[in-house]
C-alpha cells in the first residue's frame, strides 16, 4: 500500500549523517538516534556500526537542527558486559532534573531459551549522566540498569514526568507496545504492564513499536512511533497521549513519514525528537545506513487529533 499524503517534510540535504570509512567504529553504518534540544543546541546520540557489526553509540550536535557542526571521532558509549557483548543499540534520551536518562536495546547473551535464538537477547538497558558532564563531553555514565532481565523486548521510551509517584514507560514485547510503572527508576522488577498499542492498520500490521520519547502538548503528550507492515517496510506513526493517563491514547491512521527516497530503501526509524524555531525536528534512521531529518509544525500534526479518530 503506498501513502502519498505524509505530513513530515525532508531536509533537502539529507542523509545529514553518514558513515566514516575512516573511523572503524563507524565505518558501515550510522543509524537510529537519540536528540534532545539543549543550549541552543541539538544533541544527537547516534548508532553506528563498524566491519565487526558490533553497534556503539557516538555523538553529533547542530546548531540549526539541519546541519552537523559537531561530531566526535570516539564513541561516547560501548559495550561492557556480556549482556551487551553484541551491541548497544537505538537509544533514546530523556531528561529528568538535573540528569539526562538513556534507554538503550543491549544485544547479548542470556542463559535463557528464547525463539529467535538460543545464545543472544535483545532487552532494555537503562543509564543516567548528569546534564553539565553530557553537554561538556564528560561521559560519566552511572550504573546500567536492564529494566526486566532476560525478556526479548525494544524500542523503550521513558516520559519525562512521573504520574503521581510514579514512573512511565513504553515498550515494545512484540508486536504491541506495553506500558510500565515503577516508583524507582533503576527497578522495574514489579513493574505493573498493560498492552496500549497493538497493530490495526495494513501498514503497521506485523509489529508497532515507540519512536521519541513522548513530548508534552497542550493537548497531549506526543508519540511518533514506527510501524512495520506485511511487507516488511517501517513507516512512521502518530499518537496523541492523554496528559494524565498514558494508558489512554490515540493514533492517526495514515504514516507521517514513509521511505520513498533512494538513500531509505524501506526503513524510516525514528528513536528521537525535538522542537525548534516552531516546528517538530524528527531525526531518523533511513535504511539501517544513515540518518536524515523531517520537520513538521506542531500545530499540523495537534490538528490530526481535534476530532479524535
Given amino acids: 500500500m503506498v501513502h502519498n499524503n505524509t505530513m513530515l517534510q525532508r531536509y533537502e540535504r539529507n542523509p545529514i549523517l553518514k558513515p566514516l570509512r575512516e573511523q572503524n567504529w563507524e565505518s558501515e553504518r550510522v543509524f537510529n538516534c537519540a536528540a534532545v534540544y539543549e543550549r541552543h543546541r541539538v544533541h544527537i546520540i547516534y548508532r553506528a556500526q563498524g566491519a565487526d557489526g558490533i553497534s556503539r553509540l ?47 536495546t543491549a544485544y547479548g547473551k542470556t542463559r535463557r531459551w528464547c525463539l529467535a535464538d538460543k545464545t543472544r537477547l535483545a532487552q532494555i538497558g537503562m543509564t543516567t549522566i548528569p546534564v553539565n558532564d553530557f553537554l561538556n563531553h564528560r561521559w560519566n555514565w552511572h550504573r546500567r540498569v536492564y529494566s526486566f532481565p532476560n525478556v526479548d523486548s525494544k524500542n523503550c521510551v521513558l516520559f519525562p514526568e512521573r504520574f503521581g509517584d510514579r514512573y512511565a514507560l513504553y515498550h515494545r514485547i512484540s508486536p504491541h507496545i506495553w506500558i510500565a510503572y515503577s516508583k524507582i527508576l533503576e527497578d522495574w522488577s514489579d513493574s505493573y504492564h498493560r498492552i496500549v ?40 506513526g502518530v499518537a496523541i497521549v492523554d496528559l494524565s493517563n498514558p494508558e489512554q491514547l490515540l493514533r492517526w491512521k495514515s504514516p507521517i513519514l514513509e521511505p520513498t527516497e533512494s538513500y531509505e530503501q524501506g526503513v524510516v526509524f525514528t528513536c528521537g525528537a525535538v522542537r525548534l524555531d516552531g516546528k517538530i525536528f524528527v531525526y531518523y534512521g533511513a535504511n539501517d545506513r544513515v540518518i536524515g531529518v523531517a520537520t513538521c509544525e506542531e500545530s499540523e500534526l495537534l490538528s490530526l487529533f481535534e476530532h479524535g479518530q
Wanted: charged share 25%; hydrophobic share 30%; proline share 8%.
Fill in 58 to 104: 557516538g555523538y553529533a550536535s547542530s546548531s540549526d537542527g539541519y546541519n552537523i557542526d559537531e561530531r566526535l571521532d570516539t564513541p561516547i558509549f560501548s559495550p561492557s558486559n556480556p549482556y551487551e557483548e553484541f551491541g548497544c543499540e537505538d537509544p533514546r534520551i530523556t531528561r529528568f532534573g538535573d540528569n539526562y536518562v538513556v534507554c538503550y
Fill in 197 to 236: 498499542m497493538s497493530p490495526r492498520e495494513d501498514w503497521e500490521r506485523t509489529k508497532i513499536g515507540a519512536g521519541a520519547p513522548p513530548m508534552k502538548t497542550e493537548k497531549g503528550w506526543l508519540l511518533f512511533y514506527h510501524g512495520v507492515g506485511k511487507s516488511f517496510v517501517y513507516r512512521l
